[in-house]
């Protein structure tokens, strides 16, 4: 008979828990605003989104698509613009 995997009866399960799971780490320098983190992260009050201004005039999609569409539908010319603004994306 094979004994069932080390794990002891009277424990609740939570350094299992602890100890196993991926812990998250959210990259400041890479975020962008989008609030998804925050939106579905299952701690309350454990993210804070903070407003840190970027230095440029903020620009939507929308805005950025009718001023200069041609950013917007061609990869090499939206790496030219991201290193004029000073865009960084990782």
């Known amino acids: 008979m094979v ?3 080390s794990y002891d009866v009277r424990a609740n399960g939570r350094e299992e828990a602890v100890t ?3 812990s998250v780490h959210v990259r400041e320098e890479d ?3 989008c609030r998804l983190c925050y939106n579905v992260c299952p701690v309350e009050g454990c993210i804070h989104m ?3 201004p970027s230095g440029r005039p903020p620009v939507t999609w929308g805005q950025l698509s009718e001023s200069q569409r041609e950013v917007t539908e061609d990869w090499e010319k939206m790496k ?3 290193a004029e603004m000073g865009i960084k994306i990782h």
Do not use: A, I
């Open 3 to 5: 004994q069932p995997y």
């Open 31 to 33: 975020c962008v605003g």
């Open 50 to 52: 903070v407003e840190e």
């Open 80 to 82: 030219k613009y991201r």
């Open 20 to 22: 196993s799971r991926p």
